[in-house]
């Protein structure tokens, strides 16, 4: 089955498909790139996808590729997240991902919240509400996870403070 390589730190300036592929040419010709662009200006996004055939390929080219210079810049090569569903986004839009050591997990992005429509009237009511009590709570309120993450919120703090315990 085949495997989809993320190749990141591009540079950000035009690049051409043929010059990623002859970079990878000890590879093989079972390989297959493919840069992402952005629509407007034609210049690279900063980073690329690369297929290859199998998991042991993949493991071998990401051991090999990742950290070689590419004009000039080391290149990142690790496992492609797959895409989520249902967000409708266009094919090649970088996973959001975080990498310890060769481990890839997935940091979800935070939904959006409904907004609540704003009460007509002057500053008066703005004022009165950071006066006294109103404040305090509206200050509490942004220090509160939302219940919805809180779980990965724990694991993201968890993942940096093995990081910075390692450094």
Do not use: H
Request: aromatic share 6%.
């Amino acid at each position: 089955m085949p495997v989809r390589l993320y190749v990141g730190n591009l540079p950000k300036e035009p690049i051409e498909r043929q010059a990623l592929q002859e970079m990878f040419a000890e590879a093989g010709d079972s390989i297959t790139t493919k840069v992402i662009k952005d629509r407007k200006t034609g210049k690279c996004r900063g980073f690329a996808f690369v297929t290859v055939p199998t998991d042991e390929a993949a493991d071998e080219f990401i051991e090999k590729y990742n950290g070689q210079p590419f004009m000039d810049s080391p290149i990142r090569v690790e496992k492609a997240l797959p895409r989520s569903k249902g967000k409708g986004k266009e094919d090649g839009d970088q996973p959001q991902s975080s990498s310890e050591e060769g481990a890839t997990t997935t940091v979800p992005a935070p939904a959006p919240t409904p907004k609540a429509k704003k009460s007509g009237g002057g500053g008066a009511k703005k004022r009165g509400r950071s006066q006294g009590g109103g404040g305090d709570q509206r200050n509490n309120e942004s220090f509160q996870p939302d219940p919805r993450w809180a779980g990965e919120l724990a694991k993201l703090k968890e993942m940096l403070a093995a990081q910075t315990s390692n450094s």
